[in-house]
């Protein structure tokens, strides 16, 4: 079975290394300021002609808490009024964006994402919505995947309804943990009452898909009260899990400067968390995706794996990988054809540049042939734990041993140690690797001897 795991404590010590998640490949810490603008355009217009589906990512950087733990592209505020200027410039990017599409390309993916895009208010959400619709090509039968991340201290039932009124039938619950202790420490105060609530509202208006995120590793956190809310969390039946590993990189992200670092669990107690949660998870019978996701085996990503079709993207793992992404809003990624391109993570500089009817657009990377042939490997490793030369031969006009010979050493030795399964036509991730897999391709990542690891957070 695809989601069997076999947990190797050892094998875990040796290869939890700091590196990429790969939801793209080069990553983006490859991005520079040498793309821009004009190469964005130059990719819309082949998108066009292309007549590619989209798949749309809208960032909403505004929270009214300042949760500790948190790396996203977000500001912090209690003045509802600052979403205004924000949305007129994003209303202005959509514009923009919109007139080097055409109007038949659909909108098979939406994602709203931040920050709390239930920051804001009914109305301008409404609003939001209905300039998306104006100029991109949104489906109106229900058949696209069209989420939204809620913060269940920031929705309520007229909330949800009007999220589905406008088309959402996806919902991300962020839970990360539900002892009281936990949430103290990390400024994050949030009822089990409070979450079944939105998930209720969510399943009575027939959203089609809830997915609740965890976080292990934060400070006060033990395997035994850890345990607890991933049965807690089980419970409530979501149709997907995530459960992330803290990163405790305060020299990065200064809200994770108020942690008590002596409160953190030591690297064993995180084991052993992830360790039982997955023991939980999989005797509740849910499937391990790969890379921290979880999913019931009848939600499309486990159909997808077992098909050989899931795809890996800036959104994690997708059914849509097929798409070009178009991200609107501060730091908002696009993945169109073989560009990347970054809006400017900073508000005021977004802001400007749209104010001066110009895109935000402050960095990227353009993909060259070894790029796209290392970022298939990656992908195929990824999402399916296998790997058949042949296919890459055959897209790329390469001889697979021969172009990544260098390699082979490494490959062999993980090979010996019962990551991986190698031969002249193959490479398969054994159980005891699939936990493993960013590792498994990070041997095949040009640019990482390059990069300073301390960047990215660890395997585990």
């Given at each position: 079975m695809l989601d069997a795991i076999r947990w190797d404590t050892d094998l875990i010590r040796r290869y939890d290394l700091a590196?990429?998640?790969?939801?793209?490949?080069p990553t983006a810490v490859q991005f520079n300021s040498q793309v821009g603008t004009f190469?964005?355009?130059?990719?819309?217009?082949?998108?066009?002609?292309?007549?590619?589906?989209?798949?749309?990512?809208?960032?909403?950087?505004?929270?009214?808490?300042?949760?500790?733990?948190?790396?996203?592209?977000?500001?912090?505020?209690?003045?509802?009024?600052?979403?205004?200027p924000y949305l007129q410039r994003l209303e202005q990017e959509i514009q923009l964006i919109a007139c080097h599409l055409d109007p038949s390309q659909k909108v098979e993916q939406l994602h709203f994402g931040g920050g709390t895009p239930t920051f804001l208010s009914h109305d301008e959400l409404r609003h939001l919505m209905a300039q998306l619709r104006k100029h991109f090509n949104l489906l109106d039968d229900d058949s696209g995947d069209y989420g939204i991340e809620i913060d269940p201290r920031e929705a309520d039932w007229s909330t949800m309804g009007l999220l589905r009124e406008?088309?959402?039938?996806?919902?991300?619950?962020?839970?990360?943990?539900?002892d009281p202790a936990v949430q103290r420490a990390v400024n994050r105060l949030q009822s089990l009452?409070?979450?079944?609530?939105?998930?209720?509202?969510?399943?009575?208006?027939?959203?089609?898909?809830?997915?609740?995120?965890?976080?292990?590793?934060?400070?006060?956190?033990?395997?035994?009260?850890?345990?607890?809310?991933?049965?807690e969390v089980i419970s409530l039946q979501p149709d997907r899990?995530?459960?992330?590993?803290?990163?405790?990189?305060?020299?990065?992200?200064?809200?994770?400067?108020?942690?008590?670092?002596?409160?953190?669990?030591?690297?064993?107690?995180?084991?052993?968390?992830?360790?039982?949660?997955?023991?939980?998870?999989?005797?509740?019978?849910?499937?391990y995706i790969g890379m921290d996701h979880f999913a019931l085996p009848d939600d499309e990503l486990a159909i997808a794996q077992e098909e050989s079709t899931l795809q890996r993207n800036f959104q994690g793992y997708t059914t849509h990988g097929h798409?070009?992404?178009?991200?609107?809003?501060?730091?908002?990624?696009?993945?169109?054809?073989?560009?990347?391109?970054?809006?400017?993570?900073?508000?005021?500089?977004?802001?400007?540049?749209?104010?001066?009817?110009?895109?935000?657009t402050s960095r990227g990377l353009l993909c060259n042939q070894d790029d796209r042939l290392r970022r298939a490997v990656i992908q195929q490793l990824i999402c399916s734990f296998s790997l058949a030369f042949a296919q890459i031969e055959q897209a790329f006009n390469i001889d697979f041993r021969g172009y990544f010979s260098e390699l082979w050493p490494q490959l062999r030795a993980m090979a010996e140690d019962g990551l991986i399964e190698l031969d002249n036509e193959k490479i398969v991730v054994l159980p005891a690797?699939?936990?493993?897999?960013?590792?498994?391709?990070?041997?095949?990542?040009?640019?990482?001897?390059?990069?300073?690891?301390?960047?990215?957070?660890?395997v585990i």
């Open positions: 590196g990429p998640r790969y939801t793209s490949y190469d964005l355009l130059h990719a819309l217009r082949d998108s066009r002609k292309a007549q590619r589906p989209l798949s749309l990512y809208v960032h909403v950087p505004f929270c009214a808490n300042i949760c500790y733990y948190c790396a996203c592209n977000k500001v912090i505020t209690k003045d509802r009024g600052r979403a205004l406008l088309g959402f039938n996806r919902v991300s619950i962020g839970l990360q943990d539900l009452e409070e979450t079944r609530a939105v998930i209720d509202a969510a399943r009575t208006l027939q959203f089609r898909s809830i997915n609740i995120d965890l976080i292990y590793g934060l400070p006060k956190q033990t395997a035994e009260n850890f345990a607890r809310t991933v049965d899990l995530s459960v992330f590993n803290y990163a405790h990189l305060p020299e990065r992200f200064m809200p994770q400067r108020r942690i008590n670092s002596n409160d953190l669990p030591a690297p064993a107690e995180k084991l052993n968390m992830l360790q039982r949660t997955i023991e939980q998870l999989t005797a509740a019978g849910y499937r798409c070009d992404l178009i991200g609107l809003g501060v730091s908002a990624i696009s993945q169109i054809g073989d560009l990347y391109c970054q809006n400017s993570s900073d508000l005021n500089q977004y802001q400007n540049a749209l104010a001066s009817a110009q895109l935000g690797g699939r936990l493993l897999v960013r590792s498994v391709c990070m041997v095949f990542d040009a640019y990482l001897e390059q990069q300073n690891r301390q960047r990215f957070s660890r």
